[in-house]
């Protein structure tokens, strides 16, 4: 019974259709001032709820269209990126949604498609171009999801200079004849089972190593690496630091630390791991922190922020 058990639990966990969800890198969760409703904003059938300090997803209504995933700040909501970019390389930069007729690669939804794998895919082959079927009938994603895309290129061309095309209808090529039409299929059934693993919700720990960026961060830095010039976001702090430990409570990657050095302490900034949630920024009690642009030569280093004596050392 153990092993049914544990089969039927590995197929219904493959087949979820809502994307893994890391508390740690929630601004609900992290408590930043203002909070953060975006993935609640955005989903077009209602599956979010905020409960708790914390985001829920509901199986049920959820769609796997994926558009919570492109607007949250932290990365907390997030799908197995490989098989997209996977599908991108495969296609030469071209893809299409799963309601777009015709030959090529296709994913579920457009809607999953990330500010990183759009600027990976146009560091490879210098434009992108996407198929998406009729978004206003859609059941999967909605009429939301075309200003998303456009928001995610508009994201992306900080990373690299990509041109994305959105098309209705099929992807621009030969149309398919019978032959090439049962092979897309089979080709499509093939990937479809095989993404069945990837998809799984695996606890953050399990899939990632500690002091790894996230897979988006990752992909974002990889095109940084072949532009000729990038727009990274990255924080200074200003005179009137306290050196209190709420930037680095509240930054959902980690990416802000802070060291005891003899009587002092010490701010640091991972670049690449900034994401530019403004979450610092909101909650830093003096409120001395700005927000900025890195230069390509920064996106790989660690800066120093801020370094002093906090006023509460003697206390």
Do not use: H
């Amino acid at each position: 019974m153990g092993f049914l058990d544990g089969l039927l639990n590995a197929f219904l966990k493959a087949t979820d259709p809502r994307p893994r969800y890391t508390e740690a890198r929630c601004l609900l969760y992290k408590n930043s001032v203002g909070g953060c409703d975006k993935c609640y904003g955005v989903c077009p059938k209602g599956a979010v709820r905020l409960e708790g300090w914390r985001v829920e997803l509901d199986e049920v209504l959820c769609t796997g269209c994926g558009l919570c995933t492109g607007v949250c700040p932290g990365i907390a909501l997030e799908y197995p990126l490989g098989a997209i970019q996977e599908a991108l390389i495969r296609g030469k930069g071209k893809l299409r949604c799963s309601k777009a007729e015709g030959k090529g690669e296709e994913v579920l939804c457009l809607g999953r498609l990330t500010p990183g794998l759009l600027a990976e895919a146009g560091s490879r082959f210098g434009k992108v171009v996407l198929a998406r079927g009729d978004c206003e009938a859609c059941r999967i994603g909605g009429p939301e999801v075309p200003e998303r895309l456009a928001r995610m290129a508009e994201e992306a061309r900080r990373y690299f200079p990509v041109e994305v095309e959105v098309v209705e209808g099929e992807l621009p090529g030969e149309r398919v004849g019978r032959r090439e039409l049962f092979q897309a299929l089979l080709g499509s059934a093939k990937r479809t089972a095989a993404d069945l693993v990837p998809e799984l919700p695996l606890p953050a720990l399990e899939e990632e190593r500690e002091g790894e960026l996230p897979a988006e961060l990752r992909l974002r830095r990889l095109a940084a690496s072949r532009a000729p010039e990038v727009r990274w976001p990255r924080i200074r702090v200003e005179e009137g630091c306290t050196l209190c430990p709420v930037c680095t409570n509240v930054c959902p990657t980690e990416a802000v630390r802070r060291v005891r050095e003899g009587e002092e302490y010490v701010l640091y900034l991972q670049v690449a791991a900034c994401t530019g949630c403004g979450a610092c920024v909101e909650s830093c009690p003096p409120q001395v922190i700005r927000l900025e642009e890195a230069p390509k030569e920064g996106v790989g280093k660690e800066l120093l922020l801020f370094r002093g004596k906090p006023p509460w050392y003697d206390l």
